[in-house]
């Protein structure tokens, strides 16, 4: 279940960006998704030293959370990357653009750290979300 969301990817006298809207609002059942980590269904971290690796399971992670709460990417209004180097931040663009596509992308923000939960870690994803609601 989709809600219209309505992306200003560039708001008067903001200089526009290609990896982010910078605002994003809409109407809807509101999900917070706590930061995911690059662990498969077993608690095994996948893709060890490689951050697109990670990224795309932390996405798929998102993608199952999402669905949790009748969701999908297309209900995303917000994201927030926390990386352990920036660098990593190509391969998670990679992985992004791999389930956004070429449609609108939600806002962002993106952060590094000194660490993650774990010293194999590069990179964790929260997301928030609105979902229509019926009727």
Same mark, same amino acid.
């Given at each position: ?13 903001? *200089? ?20 995911? #980590? ?13 951050? /697109?690796?990670? /990224? ?8 199952? #959370?999402? *669905?949790? *709460?009748? *969701? ?64």
């Amino acid at each position: 279940m989709t809600t219209r969301l309505t992306h200003v990817e560039a708001p008067a006298g903001v *200089a526009p960006s290609p990896q982010y809207s910078h605002v994003v609002w809409g109407n809807g059942r509101f999900v917070a998704i706590s930061g995911q #980590c690059a662990f498969d269904v077993d608690g095994t971290i996948v893709g060890e030293g490689d951050p /697109a690796a990670q /990224a795309r399971q932390v996405f798929e992670n998102l993608r199952r #959370c999402l *669905a949790a *709460a009748d *969701a999908t990417f297309d209900d995303v209004v917000k994201l927030t990357y926390f990386v352990t180097d920036m660098a990593h931040m190509a391969g998670v663009r990679e992985a992004r653009d791999e389930v956004f596509g070429a449609g609108l992308l939600p806002a962002s923000s993106a952060v590094q750290v000194a660490a993650l939960i774990r010293p194999e870690l590069l990179v964790e994803i929260e997301a928030f979300a609105l979902v229509g609601e019926e009727g």
